[in-house]
């Protein structure tokens, strides 16, 4: 940790001039050195794409802020290899204008921001506000971040644990440890007619389908707690992989 607090690296999936990001920078100027590296423009939906072989521009748009022609990924990429002279000490995406709940985690933009801090073996955190969008509900979720973080470092959590942290309206007090719920994204193609492009196609969000098992993200939201769901990168489905080895060691047994 730096004499002056935590070295701190920013980033979020609205863009770097959102909300969201300007709040959350406000109070992260309090635990230490903010480096705000951030899409130029809204990424939402980018999950964990990066710029394969592609070419990306950043601007600095005043000290240690910075719009990169990129996804959130690529930002954090960037930051950690190219920009900071040192790794940071955390890496946090957000306050995303909206909820990362269920199976948002897979298309999030923002929790890809904070998952590549943690696959660089740095301790990461994507904040999301779950409704309330305006500067009373923004400020709240900042400063419930800023008190967050460093409760959540006394724990002492193994270096590149990444915690994904969903903050209802309401000024909310309390946090409870969530499990990922099961929320299907309901994605529908829109289509309409544009000047000169004919037919054209878009996907937006539609209605999602919730079930609030009782310790998931969905069950503490709900109830007006704010969520706080550790994540790993390991996709592997263990219990499937334990009961396939078994059925092919009998299988390989029997034709013996």
Request: net charge negative; hydrophobic share 35%.
């Amino acid at each position: 940790m730096a004499k002056n607090g935590l070295k701190i690296l920013l980033t979020n999936d609205d863009g770097v001039n959102a909300e969201g990001i300007l709040f959350l920078e406000e109070e992260l100027h309090k635990l230490g050195r903010v480096t705000v590296v951030a899409p130029h423009k809204e990424k939402s939906g980018a999950s964990h794409s990066i710029s394969l072989n592609q070419t990306f521009q950043i601007a600095e748009l005043y000290h240690n802020r910075f719009a990169l022609k990129g996804t959130p990924a690529d930002c954090v990429m960037f930051a950690i290899k190219r920009l900071m002279e040192e790794p940071p000490d955390l890496v946090i995406s957000g306050i995303n204008h909206g909820p990362n709940l269920g199976n948002d985690i897979l298309y999030s933009g923002t929790v890809a921001g904070a998952r590549e801090g943690s696959l660089n073996g740095i301790l990461s955190f994507a904040f999301s506000i779950t409704s309330g969008y305006d500067d009373e509900a923004f400020t709240s979720a900042a400063r419930f971040a800023r008190d967050l973080i460093p409760r959540i470092m006394s724990y002492e959590p193994r270096p590149g644990s990444l915690f994904n942290v969903n903050i209802p309206g309401g000024n909310p007090t309390r946090f409870r440890f969530t499990c990922q719920g099961t929320k299907q994204f309901e994605g529908n193609i829109e289509e309409f007619v544009e000047r000169g492009k004919g037919r054209v196609y878009r996907v937006v969000r539609g209605e999602s389908d919730w079930h609030p098992e009782p310790e998931s993200d969905l069950a503490a939201i709900s109830e007006g707690i704010v969520s706080v769901t550790p994540l790993h990168c390991d996709q592997t489905d263990y219990k499937e992989t334990e009961r396939l080895i078994k059925k092919h060691l009998k299988k390989d047994s029997s034709r013996k």
